[in-house]
């Protein structure tokens, strides 16, 4: 089997430097294993923090070792009951073509028509359940609320765009780095207003996008954007802080936001979560995106990168802002 393995930590942005492909021999199956195939393997901004040796929810990646991370996969081989060969499956054994385990770790999924199997890491994994428990779960959206999201033509924030949408909110915001994925919010996820926060004035672009303030902000940058959104809040407004990418690579501590005050004043509440706590709620997230899937409710985007040999592009793209949607890489 090929993998990809960590072979130093980065310092600032990540190099491919980082990372060395190695073929490593498997043993034969064991009794309860099963050998897979990876189709798709999932790229994510979290594995940024898992490259650095600080203790995190998630431990680091260790030195000289494989990388981990979402896929899924077709199963080669089984010595498991229950998982057969041909069975399409998702798992954690990512960064590498041929993953091999107890099969406890290996979750079957149906093939369904017309959609791609990578929607297993996007659409219908992880990354939109973290939409789904951030607005629903933890900022408690309520209808007609005014919605805020940023990096919103990504994974997680293009569905919580249309699932505030589609939940009932009155106005949804989202910000992104681009002309185009701010034409894409509007024209395609079906948000009221976008702005590119590259264009800077993160606060007064905000506040033209939402001239009655935001009751919800749906953190995944930091910094500059929940600045602006403590700014734009209105009385008993709510933030799921998700993640805040804009500071995953920085060497500096962290500036801003600096008017955390505004928590007092406006009886704000500011949430923190992370995915994996929230499990219980996958159930009814994937009935319900399945749905909304089917009868054509929610749109999505993946960008694609060919070849085991490019997951290393495709990761540090994606920390730059190459892809629009999810980021996969295809076998
Ligand atoms: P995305 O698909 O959104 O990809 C990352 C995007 O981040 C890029 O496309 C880029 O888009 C944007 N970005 C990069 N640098 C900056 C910056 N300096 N300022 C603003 N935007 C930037 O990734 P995901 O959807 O997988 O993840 C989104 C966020 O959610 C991340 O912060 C991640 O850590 C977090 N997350 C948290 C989870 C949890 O359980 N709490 C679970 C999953 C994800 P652009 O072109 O717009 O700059």
Redesign the pocket.
Known sequence: STQIQLASRPAGWPVPENFRTAVVELPPLAPGEVRVANEFLSV???MRGRMNDVKSYVPPYALGEAMTGGAVGRVLESAADGLAAGDVVVHQLGWRDIAQGPAAGFRKVAELPGVPLSAYLGVLG??AL?AWV?LLEIAHLKKGETVFV????????SMVGQIARLKGAGRVVG????AE?VQLLTDKYGFDAAFN?KDGDVKGQLAAAAPGGIDVYFD??G?E?LEAALAAFNRGGRAAL?????Q?NATEPAAGPRNMANLITRSLTLQ?????NYAQHFPAFATQMGDWLAAGDVVFDETVVDGLDHTVDAFLS??????T???VVRL
Do not use: E, Q, R, W
Request: proline share 2%; charged share 5%.
């Open positions: 994510d901004p979290y992880m990354t973290t951030g940023s990096g919103a033509a990504g994974a997680v924030g910000s992104a780095g681009s994925k926060y995944n940058v910094g954007h998700c993640g805040a990418i804009s995953y923190g979560f992370t995915v994996g994606m920390l730059a802002g190459g892809n949607g999810k980021m």
